[in-house]
């Protein structure tokens, strides 16, 4: 650890008008780093250990982050710190659920894989008009309530994808203490994120963010948008434009950032020690680099894998990588060469547009369209 690590120290929020303060970055526990398939844990314990030393004390983890490995990890590295050293949320996977009695089943086993004793924060995942009629039938409310007065979780929320109209029905069916929503400056208009931020700051429910890179979308950009950013500052790097964006808005509680490698890390603390909001200026930065990144008509894929596995086998994000790389100025027959290097079943051309991807997508992409499109560029 040299000097600069040793002294930096995330900025933190209060929660509410209490005592509590939490770090204004969270490491997002969706993407951590793989080796051979697998979570890396050497990599990711030492990440734990910077991000501890940095006071960046949020970890935010799902029951279906890495199949399950993402909670097993908790429980193998987080679990050696003292408890109250870090707050801990993880959440009901309300789309993978068949009856009411899958809410004690699932849970047990997120306490016994996170090994917590208790969560600091629990969530239903991936709440939309659909899951919260389910999450309604199955009486999963009234569960996590249930966990709450026996001390299992202390903090209840959920996690949204949807439309702003079904947002403002559900934040206001509880008194919830945190809710977890998509925002960042490309989905500020595209997924009406603005409008979910403006939803929630009235009801003062405090903001937890996800996808504030857009699943590293926001650091590939486009040559054209990357380039605004690097003559408006060379010292600054790509991500730390998207994370000051989302961290500038006053009623954001906590960021969450999927890093998966050590460098990803140090640059995100180092954004957020201490955050630096933006200026007028620099906002209309952003503004000129979205719109060379729209002119690019790349597709916004976070890469989160919700619509897989396709039942054909075919490789979306992969596809749509590929193709964002065209849009973004690849040459050609180079992604050809990669794009021809893939199984065939798992190339756009397979996809036989039966539809069930689109269905599952949170960004609402189209995806047949686009295996249509990659497809014949690739033909
Ligand atoms: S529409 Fe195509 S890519 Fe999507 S699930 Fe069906 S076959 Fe797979
Ligand atoms: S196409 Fe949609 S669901 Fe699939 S990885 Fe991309 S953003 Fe996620």
Same mark, same amino acid.
């Given at each position: 650890?040299?000097?600069?690590?040793?002294?930096?120290?995330?900025?933190?929020?209060?929660?509410?008008?209490?005592?509590?303060?939490?770090?204004?970055?969270?490491?997002?526990?969706?993407?951590?780093?793989?080796?051979?398939?697998?979570?890396?844990?050497?990599?990711?314990?030492?990440? =734990?250990?910077?991000?501890?030393?940095?006071?960046?004390?949020?970890?935010?983890?799902?029951?279906?982050?890495?199949?399950?490995?993402?909670?097993?990890?908790? #429980?193998?590295?987080?679990?050696?710190?003292?408890?109250?050293?870090?707050?801990?949320? *993880?959440?009901?996977?309300?789309?993978?659920?068949?009856? &009411?009695?899958?809410? /004690?089943?699932?849970?047990?086993?997120?306490? /016994?894989?996170?090994? &917590?004793?208790?969560?600091?924060?629990?969530?239903?995942?991936?709440?939309?008009?659909?899951?919260?009629?389910?999450?309604?039938?199955? #009486?999963?409310?009234?569960?996590?309530?249930?966990?709450?007065?026996?001390?299992?979780?202390?903090?209840?929320?959920?996690?949204?994808?949807? /439309?702003?109209?079904?947002?403002?029905?559900?934040?206001?069916?509880?008194?919830?203490?945190? =809710?977890?929503?998509?925002?960042?400056?490309?989905?500020?208009?595209?997924?009406? *994120?603005?409008?979910?931020?403006?939803?929630?700051?009235?009801? #003062?429910?405090?903001?937890?963010?996800?996808?504030?890179?857009?699943?590293?979308?926001?650091?590939?950009?486009?040559?054209?948008?990357?380039?605004?950013?690097?003559?408006?500052?060379?010292?600054? *790097?790509? &991500?730390?434009?998207?994370?000051?964006? =989302?961290?500038?808005?006053?009623?954001?509680?906590?960021?969450?950032?999927?890093?998966?490698?050590?460098?990803?890390?140090?640059?995100?603390?180092?954004?957020?020690?201490?955050?630096?909001?933006?200026?007028?200026?620099?906002?209309?930065?952003?503004?000129?680099?979205?719109?060379?990144?729209?002119?690019?008509?790349? =597709?916004?894929?976070?890469?989160?894998?919700?619509?897989?596995?396709?039942?054909?086998?075919?490789?979306?994000?992969?596809?749509?990588?590929?193709?964002?790389?065209?849009?973004? #100025?690849?040459?050609?027959?180079?992604?050809?060469?990669?794009?021809?290097?893939?199984?065939?079943?798992?190339?756009?051309?397979?996809?036989?547009?039966?539809?069930?991807?689109?269905?599952?997508?949170?960004?609402?992409?189209?995806?047949?369209?686009?295996?249509?499109?990659?497809?014949?560029?690739?033909?």
């Amino acid at each position: 650890m040299d000097n600069t690590e040793k002294e930096m120290k995330v900025t933190r929020r209060p929660y509410r008008n209490t005592d509590m303060t939490m770090p204004l970055l969270g490491f997002g526990l969706m993407r951590l780093p793989q080796k051979d398939g697998k979570v890396d844990y050497a990599t990711a314990e030492k990440m =734990v250990a910077k991000a501890m030393a940095a006071g960046c004390n949020y970890f935010d983890t799902a029951y279906m982050y890495h199949g399950g490995e993402s909670e097993r990890f908790v #429980g193998d590295v987080l679990s050696k710190y003292p408890r109250d050293s870090y707050f801990l949320t *993880s959440k009901m996977p309300i789309a993978m659920m068949n009856s &009411a009695s899958d809410n /004690e089943r699932i849970f047990k086993e997120q306490l /016994e894989r996170t090994k &917590a004793g208790y969560f600091d924060f629990y969530f239903m995942h991936w709440l939309n008009a659909a899951h919260w009629e389910k999450a309604k039938s199955f #009486g999963t409310l009234e569960f996590m309530k249930k966990m709450q007065a026996e001390g299992k979780i202390r903090r209840l929320g959920f996690s949204f994808h949807g /439309e702003p109209e079904t947002l403002e029905i559900i934040a206001k069916a509880f008194p919830w203490d945190l =809710v977890q929503i998509q925002l960042n400056y490309l989905d500020w208009e595209l997924c009406r *994120s603005g409008e979910q931020y403006e939803v929630l700051s009235k009801l #003062g429910i405090p903001i937890s963010v996800m996808e504030p890179l857009k699943g590293g979308t926001l650091v590939r950009l486009t040559p054209d948008s990357k380039k605004i950013f690097e003559q408006a500052n060379p010292n600054a *790097s790509i &991500a730390s434009w998207g994370l000051r964006y =989302v961290a500038s808005l006053p009623n954001i509680q906590v960021v969450l950032s999927g890093m998966s490698a050590i460098e990803h890390m140090e640059d995100n603390l180092r954004t957020f020690s201490p955050l630096v909001p933006l200026s007028d200026d620099e906002r209309k930065v952003i503004a000129q680099a979205l719109v060379a990144y729209r002119k690019s008509g790349a =597709v916004p894929c976070t890469v989160c894998r919700y619509c897989s596995p396709c039942p054909v086998g075919v490789d979306i994000p992969r596809n749509l990588a590929l193709l964002n790389q065209v849009k973004g #100025g690849l040459p050609l027959f180079h992604a050809k060469l990669v794009y021809d290097a893939m199984q065939e079943d798992s190339r756009a051309s397979s996809c036989v547009a039966c539809g069930a991807c689109k269905k599952k997508c949170p960004q609402s992409i189209d995806i047949p369209k686009y295996m249509k499109e990659i497809a014949a560029t690739f033909k």
